[in-house]
């Protein structure tokens, strides 16, 4: 009985080591296949190592390959081994350096680009269009609005009151009719005869004189003046440019000699990115002579806030700012117009005669 027990817990011992034994084999056999299993090789896939707008041709010049791994490549992209398949090609669209370059971004000839447009027309959103407005550096914020800031956009507009027949500016012209009437054995034809006694007048009012209690008829001394108003028209668009637009595109851009500035002109247009709607306004407002302005905002900043116009009312009660009384004194000299201060260190130009 007692060599029975012993013969079955031998038994067991030998199984469990077996099943332990095996286990540290499998391990150790992992490890060593993991250890002679070759890691995937890399393939060098070609990139643009300087910018290549579009339209340009890729030359051996212009492109250069980075390392990636095998598993990593995809069919798409061209490796050095075929370099043959891609030189001579034109990119569809500008490629900038460290780009890797794939086969729906060339064509075989330029002939092929000709309905996608310009690179440019690429940055505008669909529903979306692009229309240039004047500006200045004053109404550029100084030349601070550059390539894709995020903008405001003020209109000033001047508005003056005219004749609703006429669509002439107020006041009207007088003159004197005289001889009406028909005209005897004649058909009744009225006869009309204006005399003006050699001049115009203007329309004017009748008033009377507080102190004698006669009337008189007063005529404006001057034009009308024209009331103006300031408004926030735009929110939040986007600057597609600031200045020209290439009118040639080129392979490469021309170098600046050495020591030797390239003059830039000071730009007096820029293009913003605005909806078709918003695109007529702007082209009222430019034909109607509007005075635009840009406003820089931050790129982040989506928010959208209600503004008054600005007007002389506006002012007035916005700010506190009284209407002067008219006093029985005044100061010296006689101030007509605002001018700036003349400093020490101004520089002052002297337009010969």
């Known amino acids: 009985m007692r060599r029975g027990r012993l013969v079955i817990f031998l038994a067991l011992i030998l199984i469990v080591g077996l099943v332990v034994g095996g286990l540290i084999i499998r391990q150790v056999l992992s490890r060593v296949s993991a250890r002679v299993t070759p890691t995937p090789t890399s393939m060098q896939v070609i990139i643009a190592n300087q910018r290549i707008p579009q339209g340009g041709k890729i030359t051996d010049d212009n492109i250069g390959w980075i390392d990636i791994p095998q598993d990593n490549v995809s069919e798409v992209m061209f490796t050095m081994d075929r370099k043959g398949d891609i030189v001579g090609k034109i990119a569809r669209y500008a490629l900038e350096p460290g780009v890797v370059i ?117 005529v404006p001394s001057e034009a009308q003046r024209p009331r103006l108003v300031c408004q926030m028209i735009f929110q939040d668009v986007v600057v597609m440019r600031i200045g020209d637009f290439p009118l040639r595109m080129t392979t490469l851009a021309t170098p600046v000699p050495t020591g030797q500035e390239q003059q830039i002109p000071s730009p007096d247009i820029v293009t913003l990115i605005v909806s078709p709607q918003d695109s007529v306004t702007l082209t009222y407002l430019i034909y109607s002579g509007a005075k635009l302005t840009l406003t820089l905002r931050n790129a982040g900043d989506e928010s959208r806030m209600a503004t008054e116009a600005a007007t002389l009312q506006y002012l007035l009660s916005q700010y506190n700012i009284p209407v002067p009384a008219k006093l029985p004194y005044a100061s010296q000299p006689r101030i007509d117009e605002l001018a700036p201060p003349i400093m020490p260190n101004d520089i002052v130009t002297v337009t010969p005669p």
């Open 102 to 218: 794939t086969r729906p971004m060339v064509a075989e000839t330029a002939a092929e680009l000709a309905p996608s447009g310009p690179e440019w027309a690429a940055l505008i959103p669909p529903g979306m269009t692009a229309i240039s407005v004047p500006t200045s550096r004053l109404g550029a914020v100084a030349y601070g609005v550059a390539d894709g800031a995020h903008i405001n956009v003020n209109a000033c507009l001047l508005f003056l009151d005219v004749d609703p027949s006429f669509q002439s500016i107020l006041p009207n012209y007088t003159a004197i009719v005289s001889g009406t009437g028909y005209l005897p054995e004649k058909l009744p034809v009225l006869s009309l005869g204006i005399n003006s006694g050699g001049a115009v007048s203007a329309q004017g009012r009748l008033e009377l004189e507080p102190a004698l209690q006669q009337p008189f008829y007063a």
